[in-house]
């Protein structure tokens, strides 16, 4: 079944130090989105890629990265310049990034906390 | 600025009855969409319907519809007969334009219970 993946579902990071979100996609899909939740809050655009080897900053990039190597995957970095990092990550894709009816779909989303 | 205002943070229905979720948009495009997500508790987001701003006619997929009113900038979500599987958030989502990249901005979302 075609569909987006995120690994781990939970994630612990310790202060001082990067994590790494995993997102595949088997969609075929060109765009690709990385979105942060805190509660009681709609989504916000971290990142976004319309294709392989390019991407750029949302709304909220400060503090992460991300990189564009493979179609099928988009992997979200969190250093240790993000100061803030515990939040629900959903990975998002769709089919490409100006179409008018782009609807984006998502995976099951990596809930990162700090110890 | 482009935004998307949900004002009710929560909603009950009883089994079987009809719910409408509100959403009202501010944006300053002619053409623009706009889509509703449902995020159950294990944390996906389901699309659940889109409609464009030029569509004449009102969204339907299945028990969703979407009552779109351009003149008030309200784009409320109805749901017909609700299951105890609707219990979710639900978020309103707008697409803009963004130096030609379409992205969205979601409103803070509607919790829904439904009771049996």
């Known amino acids: 079944d075609g569909g987006i993946t995120q690994s781990p579902k939970y994630l612990f990071r310790k202060e001082g130090q990067n994590v790494t979100l995993s997102c595949e996609q088997n969609?075929?899909?060109?765009?690709m989105y990385w979105y942060r939740q805190d509660p009681g809050q709609g989504l916000r655009l971290i990142y976004y890629?319309?294709?392989?080897?390019?991407?750029q900053k949302g709304d909220i990039a400060e503090g992460y990265s991300v990189s564009r190597e493979k179609k099928e995957s988009f992997p979200l970095t969190v250093t240790s310049a993000q100061k803030n990092p515990t939040a629900f990550y959903l990975c998002?894709?769709?089919?490409?990034?100006?179409?008018?009816?782009?609807?984006?779909?998502f995976g099951a989303g990596t809930r990162l906390s700090v110890l | 600025a482009q935004k998307i205002t949900q004002t009710q943070p929560g909603m009950f229905v009883q089994e079987k009855e009809a719910v409408t979720l509100d959403c009202t948009y501010d944006?300053?495009?002619?053409?623009?969409?706009l889509f509703w997500y449902k995020q159950p508790s294990s944390g996906e987001m389901i699309f659940l319907i889109y409609?464009?701003?030029?569509?004449?006619q009102n969204a339907t997929e299945g028990r969703y519809s979407l009552n779109f009113q351009k003149a008030r900038k309200s784009a409320n979500l109805v749901i017909s007969a609700s299951q105890l599987g609707d219990s979710a958030m639900y978020f309103c989502?707008?697409?803009?334009?963004?130096?030609?990249?379409?992205?969205?901005?979601f409103g803070t979302g509607t919790r829904l219970l439904v009771s049996p």
């Open positions: 998002a894709s769709s089919i490409e990034g100006s179409w008018a009816k782009n609807i984006q779909y």
């Open positions: 944006t300053s495009d002619q053409s623009y969409g």
């Open positions: 989502a707008m697409r803009v334009m963004n130096t030609g990249f379409q992205k969205l901005v």
């Open positions: 969609l075929n899909h060109d765009a």
């Open positions: 890629s319309q294709i392989v080897n390019d991407f």
């Open positions: 409609q464009g701003s030029y569509d004449e």
